[in-house]
């Protein structure tokens, strides 16, 4: 049978997450009829409520703990690790706030068992069923065109609470971010050339609880998003990095000696300091991305 695991990051959702966990529990029960032996995992991420038990009680497999609250990210990946460790073939990440559809799962889990993707996403907006807040869709168009961009991946919805992962990818992620992991993971599982897919599900007005989503959201992730890239791809950041300060060198060294050229100035470079500081920058910049790059290469292999 192929061994599914359930992530369920929950923090302080004492509301929902009994209910989460019995509506998963009913899906394993039809699955088994198909070769599917799901089971549950909860991460309590450091909750000051009865989340952690009311899990238990609704018959979770495994409540991992976070001893304080660690943020979205950290939690799933301590599930995905977690899940790793006791053999699981694929991973779903799922919420636990009752805004995704379990009946959903194994639409998710069909791009994985046919071998057609490593990686597949849950699509909300085709079955959306309430009117996400103006700011929260904006911010989801404008990182899912950014995912789209850096993976040439064909990304509908970035930020879904629901996604499943293949063994392939369980054994080489990085998850470096504690605070969010949609993007995290699709720039990460690109640069190590997993096979993505992304399949329509649907999605419910919260009832209880506070999305995590603020407009402190970008300051956040960019940040997380680079350190990804760093660590994947470090060429990709230092290269452009290095490239941008040996042409501002060039460019004022040439306009300096132009000047000089035509007489304008009194010797054939002006500002000799920066010159030679962008210039010494930008070489050390690039040599140590690619310096990076084979550490990164040989700890790959």
């Known amino acids: 049978m192929k061994k599914v695991f359930v992530a369920v990051p929950a923090y302080c959702e004492e509301t929902t ?3 989460t966990v019995e509506s998963l529990k009913k899906l394993a029960a039809k699955l088994v009829d198909q070769d599917i032996d799901l089971q549950v995992y909860v991460v309590n991420d450091g909750s000051s409520d009865a989340t952690a038990e009311n ?6 497999d495994r409540v991992v703990h976070h001893r304080v609250n660690q943020g979205l990210g950290a939690a799933v990946r301590t599930g995905l ?3 790793k460790r006791d053999g699981a073939d694929i991973v779903v990440k799922f919420d636990a706030d009752m805004q995704h559809d379990p009946d959903d799962i194994p639409h998710l889990l069909a791009p994985i068992l046919d071998d057609e993707a490593d990686v597949v996403y849950g ?8 009117k996400m807040p103006f700011v929260r869709r904006v911010g989801n168009l404008v990182f899912t065109g950014l995912m789209r961009w850096m993976t040439n991946w ?3 919805d970035s930020q879904p609470g629901i996604f499943a992962v293949s063994r392939a990818y369980l054994d080489v992620l990085y998850i470096p971010g504690d605070y969010n992991y949609t993007q995290q993971i699709l720039i990460d599982a690109y640069h190590k050339g997993m096979r993505f897919a992304q399949v329509p599900v649907c999605f419910h007005e919260r009832e209880a609880g506070k999305s995590f989503v603020s407009l402190k959201y970008p300051f956040k992730v960019l940040p997380q998003i680079l350190r990804v890239l760093v660590g994947v791809k470090p060429l990709k950041v230092f290269g452009p990095m290095g490239l941008f300060c040996l042409g501002l060198c060039a460019v004022v060294a040439v306009h300096n000696l132009m000047m000089w050229l035509t ?6 470079i002006q500002q000799v300091n920066f010159v030679l500081g962008s210039g010494m920058f930008g070489l050390q910049t690039i040599f140590f991305g690619l310096l990076a790059d084979l550490i990164v290469k040989q700890h790959s292999n």
């Open 123 to 130: 699509n909300r907006f085709e079955k959306i069923n309430y």
């Open 154 to 156: 064909p990304v509908r």
């Open 17 to 19: 997450v009994g209910a």
């Open 55 to 60: 899990a238990k009680a609704a018959g979770a």
């Open 263 to 268: 007489g304008g100035a009194s010797k054939p």
């Open 81 to 83: 690790l977690a899940a």
